[in-house]
């Protein structure tokens, strides 16, 4: 009985790889073909559905692994439409479908196609109630490409509102409070304030949403009472001492953070700390 010698082998193997290693660069190299032909065609829901067999969810699957599959590096707007569409179909073939949310969160916002993750992911959120994701994508884009910072906090609160564990729960509020205060709508900042403390199990939260409650409760007393100081006088009040000296106030408003209210150079009230330059400016 002969027995090969391993050498060989060995030398063919070392040559294989020597020869595999010199072709790698010259692959890579190579001018690629379009990407975008996975994405040339919206087929007909009643097509993908025949062509599954009449299984709707078999046919939402195929549907997410063409959208999975196709490159995205050299697609043209046109075919972000298509996929735009073909994930809408997938939404309305199998709505809590978690990949087909995911897909389209990660690209048809960033490229053109707002309205159509936007439905994808609001069906997802409505399907998958256990879920905080796609309520938390659907407020991000609200916030981020429609600039509506009063939707998005409305949006994250039903993130939060979804959400099973008690630490993202209070993280996703805790944006929806951010949010909510940024905007120009006081009162429903202050209403979604006192929703949110109302509902949360965790007290400490609670009490913070209530504080920040009374800060916009505040702000609105001030703005309402500079409105009416700029009707009788004319003029933009230059700090706090005037709104009390014309009795609009009744007396400067005590912060429930222990910081200060001032008048900014805009004529809208500020929240500064105390002794801060902004008070000093004001302060007359």
């Known amino acids: ?61 195929l549907s997410t692994f063409r959208a999975l599959v196709a490159s995205t590096e050299r697609m043209e707007r046109e075919n972000y439409r298509i996929l735009g569409i073909v994930q809408s179909d997938v939404a309305w073939l199998n709505p809590a479908h ?18 159509a993750a936007q439905h994808v992911l609001q069906q997802a959120s409505k399907a998958r109630p256990f879920d905080w994701q796609p309520a938390f994508y659907y407020a991000f884009n609200t916030w981020h490409f429609s600039k509506n910072a009063r939707e998005g906090a409305e949006w994250m609160k039903i993130a939060a509102d979804q959400a ?22 006081r009162a429903f900042a202050i209403r979604l304030h006192k ?54 106030l009744a007396e400067v408003p005590s912060d429930p953070f222990a910081m200060q209210y001032v008048i900014g150079r805009d004529g809208k009230p500020e929240v500064v700390h105390p002794g ?5 400016r004001n302060s007359r």
């Open 195 to 248: 929703a949110m403390a109302r509902e949360t199990r965790h007290r400490g939260f609670a009490v913070f949403l209530e504080k920040r409650a009374t800060r916009l409760e505040n702000l609105l007393r001030i703005e309402e009472a500079v409105a009416r100081y700029e009707e009788r006088t004319g003029r933009t009040p230059l700090d706090m001492a005037d709104l009390v000296a014309l009795r609009l």
């Open 1 to 61: 009985m002969t027995r090969s010698h391993p050498v060989p082998w060995l030398l063919i193997g070392l040559l294989s790889f020597a020869g595999f290693a010199a072709l790698v660069p010259g692959l890579y190299g190579s001018p690629r073909l379009p990407a975008s032909g996975e994405m040339e065609v919206a087929v007909p829901r009643f097509a993908q559905v025949l062509t599954a067999a009449g299984d709707r969810y078999l046919a939402a699957d």
């Open 98 to 115: 978690e990949d087909n949310y995911y897909i389209a969160a990660a690209i048809l916002p960033w490229n053109g196609e707002l309205e």
């Open 276 to 280: 801060g330059p902004a008070q000093a």
């Open 164 to 185: 099973l564990d008690e630490g993202v729960r209070i993280q996703l509020l805790q944006l929806a409070a951010q949010w909510a205060g940024n905007t120009q709508d």
